[in-house]
Nanobody, 116 residues
Framework: QVQLVESGGDLVQPGGSLRLSCATSESFDSIYLLGWHRQGPDKQRALVASITSSGSPNYADSVKGRFTIFRDNAKNTAYLEMNNLQPEDTAVYFC??????????WGQGTQVTVSS
């Protein structure tokens, strides 16, 4: 059974930073894609950032220049570094992995709240 464990969500003031992590039970050799989506209040779930097995990142326009996605292959963990957070970034953040020949798997979600 594929396991994804997310952490790092918190309450932060506007302009603050957070780092989300997503640890997987799967070897990174079996992962072709991983990333985060988010779902804010009364909004549809949408892509935040993703990174391919070759290390190519992709970001939503709303987070470019503020968020960075990267991975630690030795720890089977992906990270989303979020800087200059704004109230509109408030959402539940869901990490996911795409496994070769097995499909997409999602984490349980972690709450990020940006408020003064």
């Amino acid at each position: 059974q594929v396991q994804l464990v997310e952490s790092g969500g918190d309450l932060v003031q506007p302009g603050g930073s957070l780092r989300l992590s997503c640890a997987t039970s799967e070897s990174f050799d079996s992962i072709y894609l991983l990333g985060w989506h988010r779902q804010g209040p009364d909004k549809q779930r949408a892509l935040v950032a993703s990174i391919t097995s070759s290390g190519s990142p992709n970001y939503a326009d709303s987070v470019k220049g503020r968020f960075t996605i990267f991975r630690d292959n030795a720890k089977n963990t992906a990270y989303l570094e979020m800087n200059n957070l704004q109230p509109e970034d408030t959402a539940v953040y869901f990490c996911y992995v795409g496994l070769r020949g097995r499909g997409i798997y999602w984490g349980q979600g972690t709450q990020v709240t940006v408020s003064s």
